[in-house]
Every structure is written in C-alpha cells, then in structure tokens.
C-alpha cells in the first residue's frame, strides 16, 4: 500500500478507498493498485469502430447517428454550449446502460443503473455541465481545470466531463457501481478520469481546489466540505433538497467577496447519502 496523490498519475485501474467511511477528506487516502484488465482494442476516435467492438444489436441504427439526433434535441431544449453538444456527441450513452435498456439510450430519459440508482436523462446532464462551464472564472472556451463529480454511477457523466475538464475527479460511494464505472470506462482509456470509492459527501480533499464540483445526488444541504474545497472563480452544480422536500438545482459560485448561491428548477435526483457501501 502506498500513499500518494491519486490523481497524478493514478488511472482508470487504481481505486482509490479511504481507510474508514469517512475519513476521506481528513485521513490520507490509500491508493490501491488493481490487477488490469485484459486489455481491449483502442478506439481510434468517436464514429470509429473497429472490428469487435460493434454496436450492440438492438441499438437498430448507427449510434453515431442516433447521438447526433439526441444533439439536436438538446440544442432545440435550450442548451447552447458547444462544448458541452460536443462531448454529449462524442461519448457513447449506449455502452453504459444495461444491454436490454440499449434502445432507449439515447432517448431524453433517465434510467436503471442497478443498486436502485439512475443514470439522469441527457437534458439534465447536459444542463448541468453548461451550468459547470459557466462559472465565473472559466475562461472561455479553455476548458474547465480540475472538477469533482459526485456520485460516479456507471461513468457517464464523468466521461462526458473528461472533455470538458482538464482532470476529472469522480467519487462513489457504492463500490458496486464504482467498478462497474471502472469496467464501463476502462475501455476508453479516459486517462484524465480518476474514479474514487468513498463518501462524496466530504469532497475529495486531495484533488482540491476545483474550478467545479458537480453533484450527482441531491442532499439536505450543500455539504459544508464541497464549498471549502471549491477554488475561487469555481462553480458548484448541486440538486438540494429545498423546505418542502422538493428538490431544486442549487448553483454556489465562489467569488474573492464569498459565496453566492442561486436556485434553479425543480430537478428529481436519488439522495445523497453518507458513507460507504
Ligand atoms: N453521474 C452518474 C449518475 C449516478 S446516480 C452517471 O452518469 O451514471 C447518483 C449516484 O450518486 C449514485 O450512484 C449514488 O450511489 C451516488 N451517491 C449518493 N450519495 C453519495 C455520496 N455521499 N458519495 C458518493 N456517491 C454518492
């Protein structure tokens, strides 16, 4: 076991577990190496299949195609970064649902991931990440520096977010869905994602400061960490839970003059919840 900072250059194969539940964002953290993989043939590019790693019957088109639609439904729904149309264009929302949910994939629909948690629709995704690259300090069209994904699921997101952010920095706190992510993602070979098994609800210390946090799990409260650990001129995405007990999207920029939080619409995510599991 050694300690180190995970990010530099922990991959896709290394997990990262805190030693207690929740520990992570005061105790070191330990990287744990994985035995690799076989390892699968590279994709070249997006659109690029070589053989073996065909569309998975079902799909009943060329996905690329049916992504570019999913695009253009997104851009008519209001989201206007190019960035953000882009990356959802790129990444393949097929290969990380279940083989018998592949057909509706790329509808606007969230969907069963196993351990009763959700993969959110491409709307919400997409609407999130513009949110993220709209924070006060990202510079244009540079990109997002380093950003912290709460509630890794199957990977999607996260993999959506390694074209958009420099390093992106994704923690779980079922381990289940952790490897699943990790199997789902391994094959990309994404290597600026770091998958983190732990309690997101203290951040992820060691990758801080971020120039966003992105929540994927809607709590009582932004926890008190997440905001600590946001650099200045970063952006927090976060679905919170409002008095009531609907829940809204909460965005909290940090300035040199504090925070300042902004609700948004009404969103319906799974909670947040402590520990490890
Ligand atoms: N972004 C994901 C969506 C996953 S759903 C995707 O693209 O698939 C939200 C996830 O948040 C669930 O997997 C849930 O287990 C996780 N989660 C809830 N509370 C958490 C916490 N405190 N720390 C880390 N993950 C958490």
């Not at 590279?42 to 996905?63: K, V």
């Not at 351990?115 to 300090?137: C, D, F, H, Y």
């Amino acid at each position: 076991m050694n300690q180190r900072r995970p990010g530099f250059p922990a991959r896709l194969d290394q997990a990262v577990a805190p030693p207690g539940s929740r520990s992570a964002a005061s105790g070191p953290a330990t990287a744990t190496a994985q035995r690799p993989a076989p390892v699968k043939p590279q994709r070249p590019g997006a659109g690029d299949r070589p053989p073996g790693l065909a569309i998975p019957t079902g799909l009943g088109m060329d996905s690329a195609a049916v992504r570019q639609r999913m695009v253009q439904k997104l851009a008519a729904q209001g989201v206007q970064s190019a960035a953000v149309l882009t990356a959802m264009g790129t990444v393949e929302r097929h290969r990380f649902v279940d083989s018998a949910l592949v057909n509706q994939a790329y509808e606007d629909t969230s969907l069963p991931i196993g351990l009763g948690q959700t993969i959110s629709k491409p709307n919400v995704v997409a609407r999130m990440l513009e949110l993220l690259t709209q924070a006060p300090g990202a510079q244009g069209g540079a990109g997002l520096g380093r950003v912290l994904e709460i509630g890794t699921g199957c990977g999607y997101q996260a993999a959506v977010l390694s074209h958009l952010a420099r390093e992106v920095y994704s923690i779980e706190r079922l381990r289940g869905l952790h490897e699943k992510a990790r199997d789902n993602l391994r094959p990309m070979r994404l290597a600026n994602v770091h998958l983190l098994l732990g309690d997101g609800m203290l951040g992820y210390d060691k990758g801080a400061p971020y120039a966003g946090i992105v929540a994927a799990a809607g709590g009582e409260a932004v926890p008190e960490a997440w905001c600590q650990q946001l650099a200045v001129g970063g952006r927090l995405v976060a679905p919170t839970v409002m008095a009531g007990g609907r829940q809204a999207l909460v965005v909290i920029d940090k300035t040199h003059h504090g925070l300042q939080q902004t609700v948004l619409e009404a969103v319906h995510f799974v909670p947040l919840k402590s520990g490890i599991a």
